[in-house]
């Protein structure tokens, strides 16, 4: 069975919904309050696990009770998680996000993700070894992130690097993953001096630049191609990104081409902004399957 191991983020949500977003100093009534669990790698592996693809999680959270409800979804969510390590002495991850007329703020609290001492254990870097596609983010410690790229082009296993949030990249790193998933926002970060069309023609078939409500965009090593996105009313684009990420993923893995690749993604991100919550809106593959007819191309049972 194919397999992805995620290595990043696990985190719970604290989200307030707005009619009038906050300037600096300034306290303003809100609509709503929800908690939804989260983090960018446990939002890419409950997308994945939800597809019907086999994932593992590898992360920490922390000594609360907030970690064992993190680990208790996972499981729910088809997500194996033996790997993910209890810290002490840290809280578990959060993010406090506000929700404004459809769009979102997210700020972002790492806690226990920044605190992963075991990644070089045994257990781990079997996971790793026995994976056929690597997925990673930048809710984690940069070091890591080089450490785990560096493994994975040594043992010729796949990483799919979903750089978010923004951060300055080493355009050798770059070179090593397979997959580079930027938005708009962080491409601009890491090829400040490039225009997407020139960055993509140096990075075919690597890197995918995505859009938001346009699509996304690649180039197949002879041209441009853009994938245009599902035109649906959004509810909640929060983990957008990341329903994209998990189903591209999962897609790649089962052998799908690059474009269809990408445009399952584009359906199950879709499908995602409909509801709200991160990974309370992620379709599970009849979701897929009833918008969409894929079972010819997509067959897991």
Known sequence: MNKITVIGSISTDFVATTAVRPEMGETVEGENFERYFGGKGANQAVAIGRLGGHVEMIGAVGDDSFGSELLSNLQDNHVLNENVEWVTGFPSGAAIITLHKNDNAIIYVAGANNQMPHLKSDAVLDAIKQSNLVIIQNEMPQSQIDQIIDYCQANAIKVLYNPAPARKLDRQLIEKVTYLTPNEKEFQDIFPELSISEALEKYPNKLFVTLGAKGVIYHDGQREVMVPAYRVKP??????????????????????????????????ASLSIQKFDAQGGMPTLEEMEESLNYEKEWHIK
């Open 235 to 268: 509810i909640d684009t929060t983990g957008a990104g990341d329903t994209f990420n998990g189903a591209f993923a999962a897609a790649i893995v089962k052998g799908m081409s690059i474009e269809d690749s990408v445009k399952f993604g584009n359906l199950a």
